[in-house]
């Protein structure tokens, strides 16, 4: 596995008081986006690290599975985030493709699980309608805005801009649920 440059801010240490450090997960088979925020009380959003794990390779599918727990579960250790959002999946071209899919999804979501992290999904739309302000954005406009919602002035790889669109999509729900005083349980998406 390979997991290019993350950002240079490190997030070893706790959340700033009255933030929450938030896990955006952009699931994939081989590379998964990995973005760490945390947004303040006051509505601003700080991008902690973002990055790619690269699982893909001629190893085994269950190998690359094991290098997606690994991997986000290394990073959660160092990060130490609150809450993980991650996107839900969406139809593949093909049935192997979706399968491979939900599969990864399932690994990334067993590592935050397994830390006793709330896991909060999002659908592509929904992410691109937060972030963007149109449920039909294209790739480049997601990763334009994150960049600009983040204050980042370097480009992001795709997937990375992804993984931080799903934080940056929690961040916002979240903060919107709390202004109107819904407790967490209720706005929760049952499975």
């Known amino acids: 596995m390979s997991i290019e440059t993350p950002s240079p801010v490190p997030g070893s240490r706790p959340p700033a008081t009255g933030c929450i450090r938030?896990?955006?997960i952009d699931p994939g088979s081989l590379r998964t986006?990995?973005?760490v925020i945390e947004a303040g009380a006051d509505g601003k959003?700080?991008?902690?690290?973002?990055?790619t794990l690269h699982v893909g390779g001629d190893d085994d599918f269950p190998q690359r599975l094991a290098?997606?727990?690994?991997g986000l579960s290394a990073i959660i250790d160092e990060h130490r985030p609150q809450e993980v959002a991650?996107?839900?999946v969406f139809m593949a071209k093909n049935a192997d493709s979706a399968l491979k899919l939900g599969q990864a999804r399932g690994?990334?979501?067993c590592a935050a699980v397994g830390r006793a992290l709330a896991v909060h999904?999002?659908?592509?739309t929904a992410i691109k309608q937060a972030v963007v302000g149109g449920g039909r954005a294209d790739k480049s406009q997601v990763q334009h805005m994150v960049g600009v919602l983040l204050g980042l002035r370097d480009a992001l790889q795709a997937d990375a801009a992804d993984a931080l669109a799903v934080a940056i999509t929690h961040a916002h729900t979240r903060a919107g649920v709390q202004r109107i005083g819904l407790p967490a349980t209720a706005w929760r998406r049952r499975r």
């Open 22 to 24: 938030i896990l955006g």
């Open 33 to 35: 986006g990995v973005g």
């Open 45 to 51: 959003l700080r991008c902690l690290l973002h990055t």
């Open 67 to 70: 290098r997606i727990y690994d």
């Open 86 to 88: 991650i996107e839900r």
């Open 107 to 109: 690994a990334a979501i």
């Open 121 to 124: 999904e999002y659908a592509p």
